[in-house]
């Protein structure tokens, strides 16, 4: 069973458009959410992380609506650009122990941006 | 400079062959970790490390060993590869602690036929 879901395999949205990439997850004690960002041939790199005790984390054009009751977050990336093209994980840690500090990653939604 | 580098970057194996990935990084952190790429299941944690001689199993560790070393290196062992661990592999880097940053290489693309 998949501990950090993301609703989407692939999302296309126009140039200027509001992405919007959806994530849940299972275990409630995880307390950690960063997004990674992966460009074709390339590893991820972290995007924007947020903690479980803020409801909302903004870096620029990037968003993270965070819903601790639901179990749920977003990501919005606003003013879609072509090079916002990429492969966008979600991913969790939380817990005790030495567990707690491993990520957990989604599946990972592909946003294609089109001109 | 990239601070976390893989070798080789493309590799063809055949069924029960012995390969081995290495992954150097030169960000000073004491925990690395291996992870495979693939299709509908994302990234998966296969070994991880908190510092030069020490391993831990990850979530999917069955036939895989990890090696790490020295602070800088990291290896994934594949005894007797099989198809089913045609994948991408990646390395990655960090600090300890739950709210690191991990930060990755650019991945090994392994083919074992």
């Known amino acids: 069973q998949q501990q950090v879901r993301q609703s989407s395999q692939s999302l296309t949205v126009w140039e200027g458009e509001t992405a919007i990439l959806n994530c849940s997850y299972e275990?409630?004690?995880?307390?950690?959410f960063p997004w990674y960002q992966q460009f074709p041939g390339e590893g991820p790199a972290l995007l924007i992380a947020i903690r479980s005790v803020s409801d909302k984390k903004e870096d620029g054009r990037f968003t993270i609506f965070f819903n601790k009751r639901e179990k749920n977050l977003s990501l919005h990336i606003k003013d879609s650009q072509p090079g916002d093209s990429a492969t966008y994980f979600c991913a969790a840690s939380g817990g005790y122990g030495s567990s707690g500090n491993k990520l957990i990653f989604g599946i990972g939604t592909l946003l294609s941006v089109k001109p | 400079e990239a601070a976390v580098t893989q070798s080789p970057r493309n590799k063809v194996a055949v069924t029960g062959g012995k390969v081995t990935l290495s992954c150097n990084q030169t960000?000073?952190?004491?925990?690395m970790y291996w992870y495979r790429q693939d299709t509908g299941h994302g990234l998966r944690l296969i070994h991880y490390s908190y510092g030069a001689g020490s391993t831990e199993k990850g979530d999917i560790p069955d036939g895989y060993k990890a090696s790490r070393p020295s602070q800088e290196n990291f290896s994934l062992i594949l005894e007797l590869a099989t198809p089913s661990q045609t994948s991408v592999y990646f390395c990655?880097?960090?600090?300890?602690?739950?709210?690191?940053?991990?930060?990755f290489g650019p991945g090994t693309r392994l083919t074992v036929l």
């Open positions: 960000n000073n952190h004491n925990n």
């Open positions: 275990n409630s004690a995880f307390d950690y």
């Open positions: 990655a880097s960090g600090d300890p602690g739950r709210y690191a940053e991990q930060f």
